[in-house]
């Protein structure tokens, strides 16, 4: 995983997989990263090939403590179709912007 | 009357219906194809029916049997490559043909369309093949089901099926037999809840196909998708997704079988047989 940060903007990517077994770092490595002034962080999804229960969990946790209420735009970037799929299915989809190139 | 019914060989465009069970058998509205078209063949007064199978035969055969079901003769045959109808037509032609042989195309029938459907092809697509059923669902309730009944215009419900009155049916809806639909569930427009299908509350339903015997988790929403055990296909964009969890959508149909109890007379006596050397040794 790589974390860029680029002024008030935090990016996330080359995730290969969001599931029970890594989700928990996952989310904590991403908050430990995040810096105060951040308005924006992007969550590239391009090459994570599988996501779980579990990975949304991180992604609807970090959606809670970044997204909603504290003025941080949360956004997934390009995710490939069964995620999309996923994010559809639990209706999440309607938390996050997602963004395709 | 002998006419000869085709079963479609592999077709890429929806290989993922056919994992569990050749084309001809994956279900449609509580039946599978071959029935229909069986169905159909006797209604019209054919007696006599040749099914070419390609794809597992032998589940075919299983099926439809000698035919003695639909009051005919069927023969299975299993072959390799799939026949062109438009070839047997003209093999057969440079033979003597029976009088009582009907006519082309009757005579020989390519079953990659539902009868009277031939304008809703079933296999060229994940999409042709849901609105070749949208399309199937008013000609679906026939008499012979039992038990089924239109209980709003468009709205059609099987026997046994239980569905909250907190949940919203919204036409055009098929329900099939033993469905369980929960509180605050919208079904439809345009859904096929297939036989022993099993929505859980709050659960969202429209523009898709859930299989028999599949579980749909609360809260979940399926659009535009076939949806049978934890498959989820996207119809209009031919994605396909495993599920990894259970509790979104999964199969109730395949389930372990419960560890036999040991009887406490069977146990000793199994025990006894393990320490008893075999002759042949």
Same mark, same amino acid.
């Given at each position: 995983?790589?974390?860029?940060?680029?002024?008030?903007?935090?990016?996330?990517?080359?995730?290969?997989?969001?599931?029970?077994?890594?989700?928990?770092?996952?989310?904590?490595?991403?908050?430990?990263?995040?810096?105060?002034?951040?308005?924006?962080?992007?969550?590239?999804?391009?090459?994570?090939?599988?996501?779980?229960?579990?990975?949304?969990?991180?992604?609807?946790?970090?959606?809670?403590?970044?997204?909603?209420?504290?003025?941080?735009?949360?956004?997934?970037?390009?995710?490939?179709?069964?995620?999309?799929?996923?994010?559809?299915?639990?209706?999440?989809?309607?938390?996050?912007?997602?963004?395709?190139? | 009357?002998?006419?000869?019914?085709?079963?479609?060989?592999?077709?890429?465009?929806?290989?993922?219906?056919?994992?569990?069970?050749?084309?001809?058998?994956?279900?449609?509205?509580?039946?599978?194809?071959?029935?229909?078209?069986?169905?159909?063949?006797?209604?019209?007064?054919?007696?006599?029916?040749?099914?070419?199978?390609?794809?597992?035969?032998?589940?075919?055969?299983?099926? $439809? #049997?000698?035919? @003695? =079901?639909?009051?005919?003769?069927?023969?299975?045959? &299993?072959?390799?490559?799939?026949? +062109?109808? /438009?070839?047997?037509?003209?093999?057969?032609?440079?033979?003597?043909?029976?009088?009582?042989?009907?006519?082309?195309?009757?005579?020989?029938?390519?079953?990659?369309?539902?009868?009277?459907?031939?304008?809703?092809?079933?296999?060229?697509?994940?999409?042709?093949?849901?609105?070749?059923?949208?399309?199937?669902?008013?000609?679906?309730?026939?008499?012979?089901?039992?038990?089924?009944?239109?209980?709003?215009?468009?709205?059609? $419900? #099987?026997?046994? @099926? =239980?569905?909250?009155?907190?949940?919203?049916?919204? &036409?055009?809806?098929?329900?099939? +037999?033993? /469905?369980?639909?929960?509180?605050?569930?919208?079904?439809?427009?345009?859904?096929?809840?297939?036989?022993?299908?099993?929505?859980?509350?709050?659960?969202?339903?429209?523009?898709?196909?859930?299989?028999?015997?599949?579980?749909?988790?609360?809260?979940?929403?399926?659009?535009?998708?076939?949806?049978?055990?934890?498959?989820?296909?996207?119809?209009?964009?031919?994605?396909?997704?495993?599920?990894?969890?259970?509790?979104?959508?999964?199969?109730?149909?395949? =389930?372990?079988?419960?560890?036999?109890?040991?009887?406490?007379?069977?146990?000793?006596?199994?025990?006894?047989?393990?320490?008893?050397?075999?002759?042949?040794?």
């Amino acid at each position: 995983m790589k974390i860029k940060q680029d002024g008030q903007r935090m990016s996330i990517s080359h995730i290969p997989e969001l599931s029970a077994v890594n989700s928990t770092s996952f989310r904590d490595e991403v908050q430990a990263a995040i810096p105060p002034s951040m308005n924006t962080l992007d969550i590239d999804l391009s090459q994570t090939l599988f996501v779980d229960s579990s990975g949304l969990g991180a992604l609807f946790s970090l959606y809670k403590n970044t997204g909603s209420g504290n003025g941080v735009k949360l956004r997934l970037l390009n995710p490939a179709p069964q995620v999309q799929q996923l994010l559809e299915l639990t209706q999440m989809h309607q938390f996050f912007e997602i963004t395709r190139d | 009357m002998k006419t000869l019914l085709i079963c479609p060989a592999h077709r890429p465009a929806v290989a993922r219906l056919a994992k569990a069970c050749p084309l001809v058998l994956v279900p449609i509205l509580g039946k599978c194809l071959v029935e229909y078209w069986l169905e159909y063949l006797v209604l019209r007064g054919d007696h006599e029916v040749r099914i070419i199978a390609i794809d597992r035969a032998e589940q075919v055969r299983a099926l $439809v #049997g000698d035919g @003695s =079901r639909w009051g005919m003769r069927v023969e299975v045959i &299993a072959e390799v490559n799939e026949s +062109d109808p /438009v070839e047997i037509r003209a093999h057969r032609d440079g033979h003597p043909v029976s009088p009582a042989t009907p006519p082309a195309p009757d005579d020989v029938v390519l079953m990659d369309h539902l009868p009277g459907l031939s304008g809703f092809p079933l296999f060229d697509s994940y999409e042709a093949w849901f609105h070749a059923l949208q399309a199937w669902i008013p000609q679906a309730c026939t008499p012979d089901r039992i038990g089924r009944r239109e209980i709003s215009p468009g709205i059609f $419900v #099987g026997l046994h @099926s =239980r569905i909250s009155p907190a949940a919203q049916l919204n &036409a055009p809806c098929w329900i099939g +037999d033993n /469905v369980f639909v929960g509180p605050d569930a919208v079904i439809g427009p345009g859904a096929i809840l297939e036989d022993r299908a099993f929505i859980e509350c709050g659960a969202h339903i429209t523009r898709s196909v859930v299989g028999p015997e599949t579980f749909v988790g609360e809260l979940t929403l399926i659009d535009q998708s076939l949806a049978s055990g934890n498959l989820l296909i996207n119809w209009k964009n031919r994605s396909c997704l495993d599920v990894p969890d259970e509790f979104l959508l999964c199969s109730l149909g395949v =389930r372990q079988p419960p560890p036999r109890a040991r009887s406490w007379v069977r146990s000793p006596l199994m025990s006894l047989r393990e320490l008893i050397p075999s002759q042949q040794e």
